[in-house]
């Protein structure tokens, strides 16, 4: 059976495509979102590890499409520094700091599963967006004015638009013959949570070690989220500890720097892809998300780069809109698919480049690194790149507001 027409089907409802789906529907579209998870899984997102630092560009976004308002302020936790370690050196190279008294921070940590449920809410609260769980899209047909979804259930769903928003393996990208950029880097990424002795201070830091990438993300009070890049070897070995060997582990691993560790969550690990598409449209179809472009975690900004696909695609739907054009028009899509990619192709090269760099534990490499963060230390401009590579906006944020 096929369901009346929708203006806009969107493919995953993850983080980026729930936004998406608010924001299209404040322009008055109809809207489905469709997700192979079970509904309680999405209004209820079970945790993943994941704690997400957000830029305040993305925390605006979410504050105009009414997303933020729906976090908890407990569940925030703010960035007051930036530092980053390379190989055995003790003095980091530190990228941007607010001091105590400042208003604003330099960004702020919010675990992923309140961002999705937070956004899930908010799509739910809207009439105008339906949302359809427990089934996933198995094939997508062209029609004249549309294109149609064949969802698992065998309904069909038909949409003027569709959005792929399935993540970075997305099935949809490569159902509509859009190749991708796609790496396996070899590394796992396990994340964690864990109580400690010392105060983290708000600062967040990155250690790239010759063996192993850390990075400390630090919540509320004396916890602290570590992020650890691993071989495949490694993280089946951190896996198989128990809680106690598991915690002496990381503690060793941090070199004690914040005095004996001890973990506090589950250990979650993510095989580690990166992925950029070499479209990011095709007839009657955008991706955005993970699905356009997978930046690699190490970066802090996959989903930043995902809502600002967000902002872009509104945008120019909402141009065509008011130039009287369909909203799966050609010109519209391209002109999205432009943007987003001037706009990101830097940071993906650039990404690539460094973790290419740190995966790399050969002697010139490391001979590298040193220069490359010691240059970075002397040379102003090339400090402001790495924290607006790192940070985005939060240069804005340094000083206090009056
Ligand atoms: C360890 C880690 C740390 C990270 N830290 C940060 C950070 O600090 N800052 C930051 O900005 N980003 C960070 N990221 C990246 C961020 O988590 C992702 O960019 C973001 O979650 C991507 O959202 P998305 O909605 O595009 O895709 P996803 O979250 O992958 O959602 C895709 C959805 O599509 C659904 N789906 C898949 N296939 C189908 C199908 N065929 N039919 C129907 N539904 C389907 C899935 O069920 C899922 O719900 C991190 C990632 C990791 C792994």
């Known amino acids: 059976m096929t369901q009346a027409m929708k203006d806009v089907a969107i493919v995953g409802a993850g983080p980026a495509g729930l936004c998406l789906a608010v924001e299209l529907a404040a322009l008055g579209l109809t809207v489905a979102v469709i997700d192979r998870a079970p509904r309680a899984a999405l209004a209820e997102p079970a945790d993943d590890g994941r704690e997400i630092a957000l830029t305040h560009a993305s925390r605006r976004r979410l504050e105009a499409a009414g997303i933020w308002s729906r976090i908890a302020e407990a569940h925030v936790a703010p960035i007051r520094a930036a530092q980053l370690y390379d190989g055995d050196a003790t003095r980091p190279l530190t990228l941007a700091e607010v001091d105590a008294t400042a208003v604003r921070p330099l960004g702020q940590f919010v675990a992923n599963r309140h961002l999705r449920r937070a956004a899930f809410e908010a799509a739910r609260a809207d009439s105008r967006i339906e949302l359809i769980a427990g089934t996933g899209v198995t094939a997508l047909e062209t029609a004249t004015d549309s294109r149609v979804l064949l969802r698992e259930d065998g309904e069909r769903l038909a949409a003027r638009l569709v959005v792929a928003a399935d993540g970075r393996l997305s099935a949809m990208r490569r159902q509509a013959g859009v190749p991708a950029q796609l790496e396996d880097t070899g590394r796992h990424v396990l994340v964690c949570r864990m109580a400690h002795e010392h105060a983290h201070d708000q600062v967040t830091w990155s250690w790239f070690g010759y063996r192993r990438a850390l990075a400390l993300l630090p919540l509320s009070g004396r916890t602290a989220s570590v992020v650890m890049t691993v071989t495949p070897d490694e993280a089946e070995w951190l896996h198989s500890l128990d809680a106690g060997a598991f915690s002496a582990t990381v503690s060793d691993f941090y070199r004690h ?110 001979l590298m690194r040193r220069a490359a963060l010691g240059l970075a230390r002397r040379v102003t401009p090339l400090r402001w790149g790495l924290e607006h590579y790192l940070l985005s906006d939060s240069r804005r944020a340094t000083s206090p507001r009056p």
Do not use: C, K
């Not at 690699?296 to 696909?309: D, E, I, M, Q, R």
């Not at 028009?329 to 090269?349: E, G």
């Open 257 to 366: 720097r914040l005095g004996d560790m001890q973990r506090v969550g589950d250990l979650h690990g993510y095989p580690l892809w990166i992925g950029y598409a070499e479209r990011l449209h095709a007839e009657r179809l955008a991706l955005i998300g993970d699905a356009a472009i997978g930046l690699h975690p190490a970066t802090a900004h996959g989903f930043n780069v995902g809502l600002a696909s967000v902002e872009r695609l509104v945008g120019e739907i909402a141009r065509g809109q008011r130039q009287g054009r369909d909203i799966g028009d050609a010109d519209v899509l391209a002109a999205y698919d432009r943007a987003h990619r001037q706009a990101t192709r830097p940071l993906w090269l650039a990404s690539r480049a460094v973790v290419g760099l740190y995966n790399d534990t050969r002697p010139p490499a490391r």
